[in-house]
């Protein structure tokens, strides 16, 4: 079903490229969520987790790359597997300075609540991995979304605490929060957390000027219908060392990741599943005026499938890639299109 619905996008969307990555025809059906970035050579690189299904004990986070002027992305290769623990939820990024880094779950429990966040990088362009190392010590810290490179050169990585011990609900203390990282020192401190009615996880961040970031959240709680489920918003107005308590937006979220995207312009774009109960419309909305509106709003996957995790980037060329999943977590989704694309769904 998802690939028929993917394919009628195209159809539908003709300004709009959506194409399948890998579906489960590549070994490891589950695939889930995946990542992106662009390397300084042009290539277009993907991260994600796969394996029999979210919680098998033997999933492990694959990379498959798309060589600048191909159309077609390798065979995935496993690039971090933990013995006898699942791996889940990568993140990576190429930062300035060339090194790749990869940002992945390590679940030593029964549930994402007992996680660890392990690290990788990469020096030669996400061809060799380093061993990993752990980034923080306490049970139940996560990644999902990407870093971004803040005005004082310090890296700022969303992470997020989940809590509850329960595989179908994230308990009102799950809270979002990020690490600063020096890249001069390797050092990094954790900011204070962000807290909201259900909980909140995932945090996706856009730094609007020197002070002043915004960051958007996945709310807690369960899969359930829901009438008054919203996106979560926080806000720093010193450089993101601070933020605010979270505050539920005109935004709906059926449980579901979102993403922020500062474009080269300034303008912004927020990612999200247009639902309160379910992973479908797949939507994208832009603002002109750093963030104070989002007028202009267009779905780039719609139909009777889950359409969730997107994943976003600008590359060099000014284009805008996303990655998501489809086909109850089986296929890999990567859309391409132009800021105008989002403009010409007129307010």
Known sequence: MGLSLVMTLCTLFTDIVVEKVFGPEIPGKYKHPAAITELTNGDLYIAYYGGDDEYDPNTAV??????????????????????????????????????????????????????????????????????????????????RSKPIVLHDGNYLLPIYHETGHDREYTAPTTVGSFFRIDPKTMTWTETNRIQSRRGCLQPAVAQIDEHYLVAYLRRGGDYGPCTDCYMVRSESRDGGKTWSPGQETEFPNPNSAVDFLRLQNGHLMLFYNNHMSERSPLTVALSTDNDKTYPYRRNLAEGRDDFAYPYAIQTRDGKIHVVFTSGERTIINHAVFDEEDILQAKP
Request: proline share 5%.
């Open 62 to 143: 694959f990379g498959t790359r798309k060589q600048s002027g191909s159309q077609s992305w390798s065979t995935p290769k496993v690039i971090a597997n933990t013995p006898f623990l699942s791996d889940g939820n990568p993140v990576v990024w190429q930062a300035p300075d060339g090194v790749v880094w990869l940002f992945y779950v390590v679940r030593y429990g029964d549930t994402w609540s007992d996680s660890l966040v392990h690290v990788k990088v990469s020096t030669d362009g996400a061809e060799t991995w380093s061993d990993a190392f752990v980034m923080g010590c306490e049970r139940g810290t996560m990644v």
